[in-house]
């Protein structure tokens, strides 16, 4: 039985982090939510696994056969800067960077303009921040935390 290696079992999810914009222009805001929210749950489960499968393989833990299109024109790069960007974790932070910026305009966490109602309160005498902005802001507060979970 031939078994992929994890590098390898992710490969797709270049792919699929491609497919994240055209699906999010026509999502409602709590569809865009829940991807956001079930994008970072399933890169943080992604994370689990590959360290359990990789072991102290070490090879392993920084190969991936994906080139990203993430990664900016060539210039000159440092070897930790090309050793990054195939790893396995920036194929996670880069799937989960794409579902935050598809679905950014659907999240509706209104930070800004939570912000600038508590810094400004007398300019913002008519409020026109959502009713259900906590859970966009949970949705967000976990991208984010999977997103710093392992630097």
């Not at 031939?2 to 026509?26: D, Y």
Request: proline share 6%; net charge positive.
């Amino acid at each position: 039985m031939l078994r992929k290696s994890p590098s390898q079992s992710l490969v797709p999810l270049a792919e699929l982090g491609q497919l994240l914009s055209p699906a999010a222009k026509h999502a409602m805001v709590a569809e865009g939510r829940s991807l956001v929210r079930n994008a970072a749950l399933m890169v943080q489960e992604l994370g689990t696994w590959v360290k359990a499968k990789a072991g102290d393989d070490l090879p392993e833990l920084t190969t991936s056969r994906v080139s990203g299109p993430s990664l900016p024109p060539p210039l000159v790069y440092s070897s930790s800067t090309l050793a990054k960007f195939v790893s396995w974790q920036a194929l996670l932070e880069s799937f989960l960077n794409a579902a935050v910026e598809a679905c950014a305009d659907l999240v509706a966490s209104c930070i800004a303009q939570r912000a600038f109602e508590a810094c400004f309160p007398r300019l913002s005498y008519r409020s026109v921040i959502r009713q259900d902005w906590k859970e966009g802001q949970d949705a967000l507060l976990l991208a984010l935390v999977r997103f710093l979970y392992d630097k």
